[in-house]
């Protein structure tokens, strides 16, 4: 894993996960053999396209920010699943969900994203005995009802944020990391495998990428400048 860097900072990129067939073939061409045979694998087409677009865009983001072209970054997956880019001074953690991707790249340890559309906030009522500890469910039950449904999905995103900079992914109970739930106030990490002090060495932040979708960005380390940009194909480096 790289430490953090002299230029500490965050970059967010929202890209769209829709394609048009030219665009879809180039995205296709940078993946290496290993990644289409991880394409090809997908039972559902439409995780099969969502994968190769977003793999692809990855590629492309990262490939301007080494100078190189897409198809010859050298990305590598940790045993859980976390993607790495061999030998570079960065991190990078990769989101999508409905039609939306981002990609967080900095020079952070243990850098994580997630991202949700706010629609989802109405399975959270059924998912919040295993998704929340029970001091999240406490921190729930004394909002005001109307704000309960959003605050549990913005503790979710938060959650995950965390757990995928950890590399963990929810390969680990995902009751072992606590939030602030309250959107009226900053995100923040209270408790890591029941340590505040681990969390309290953590930086967590909501995102709002798009109308419609919440996000989290979380790394293990203090505040740095986050830069937040929409991604264009035929845009030119930052
Ligand atoms: C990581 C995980 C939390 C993502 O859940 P999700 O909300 O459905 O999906 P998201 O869109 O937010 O994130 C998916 C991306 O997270 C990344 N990811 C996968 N596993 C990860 C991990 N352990 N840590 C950090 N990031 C991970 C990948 O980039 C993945 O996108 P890709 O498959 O297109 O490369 C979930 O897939 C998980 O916990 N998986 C457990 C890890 C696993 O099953 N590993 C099997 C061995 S490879």
Do not use: N
């Amino acid at each position: 894993m790289s430490g953090p860097g002299r230029d500490p900072r965050v970059d967010l990129w929202t890209f769209s996960l829709t394609a048009g067939s030219a665009r879809l073939q180039e995205l296709e061409s940078w993946l290496t053999p290993a990644e289409r045979q991880r394409a090809d694998r997908y039972h559902f087409d439409s995780d099969r396209y969502r994968f190769v677009v977003s793999r692809g865009t990855l590629r492309q983001i990262v490939g301007r920010r080494l100078e190189t072209q897409p198809g010859r970054v050298p990305i590598a997956t940790t045993p859980q699943g976390k993607p790495v880019v061999v030998d570079a001074p960065f991190e990078l953690s990769l989101s999508h969900s409905a039609g939306l991707g981002l990609l967080a790249v900095g020079k952070v340890e243990h850098l994580g994203v997630d991202l949700e559309p706010w629609t989802r906030a109405q399975d959270m009522a059924a998912l919040e005995a295993i998704a929340l500890s029970p001091g999240e469910r406490h921190q729930l039950s004394e909002l005001p009802d109307a704000l309960r449904p959003a605050a549990a999905l913005s503790a979710w995103v938060q959650k995950e944020a965390c757990l995928k900079g950890r590399g963990t992914g929810l390969l680990v109970d995902p009751r072992t990391v606590e939030v602030r739930v309250d959107l009226r106030q900053p995100g923040r990490l209270i408790r890591i495998d029941g340590c505040g002090r681990e969390a309290d060495r953590w930086t967590v932040q909501r995102l709002a990428p798009r109308p419609g979708y919440t996000a989290a960005v979380a790394w293990r380390g203090p505040t740095v400048p986050i830069l937040a940009r929409t991604f264009q194909p035929g845009g030119c480096s930052p």
